[in-house]
């Protein structure tokens, strides 16, 4: 665990918001130099309290209308290895995240599809014929409010 202080907290909250902001404006923003902010950063991203930067798509505008949590429950696990089951998994494009979980279900999965037909699809010709699949729980995804950044 790092030891974080305001300055530091405020920096994750602003990449965290926008990551493209340079070391420049977020030196100007915390009243920092250039320099001293990229340090700040670069120590961050060292600690590993930063594990990357990504873009965030707009999946409704690329033509991803739907999405779907999926609740994979596998039949066997003794005759398919969970390794098998994730190895498979993964190599559907469709199949956002996956989570292997704790309770009614082992694995979660975040599915996105052009529309419900398009869903169908997937559901029947991709994850239904994985290795080891047996009950699937279905959860269409009706809205989403995201709350980026940092728990500080």
Excluded: C
């Excluded at 907290?9 to 915390?30: I, P, V, W």
């Excluded at 997937?122 to 994985?130: C, D, H, I, S």
Aim: without cysteine; proline residues 3%; aromatic residues 6%.
């Amino acid at each position: 665990m790092i030891d974080l202080d305001d300055i530091d907290r405020g920096l994750l909250a602003a990449l965290a918001e926008d990551a493209t902001q340079n070391a420049g404006a977020l030196g100007r923003k915390f009243g920092l130099s250039q320099p001293a902010a990229w340090r700040r950063i670069k120590r961050l991203t060292d600690s590993g309290a930063i594990a990357g930067r990504k873009l965030d798509l707009d999946r409704e505008k690329l033509g991803f209308g739907v999405t779907v949590f999926l609740g994979v429950k596998l039949a066997t696990k003794g005759r398919v290895s969970l390794e098998d089951f994730e190895r498979a998994v993964s190599a559907i494009p469709e199949v956002q995240t996956i989570e292997h979980v704790l309770g009614m279900y082992d694995y979660r999965l975040r599915v996105v599809a052009r529309d419900i037909a398009d869903f169908e699809r997937v559901l029947r010709r991709r994850v239904m014929t994985l290795p080891g699949v047996g009950n699937v729980e279905a959860n269409v995804l009706l809205s989403e409010e995201r709350r980026p950044g940092p728990l500080l």
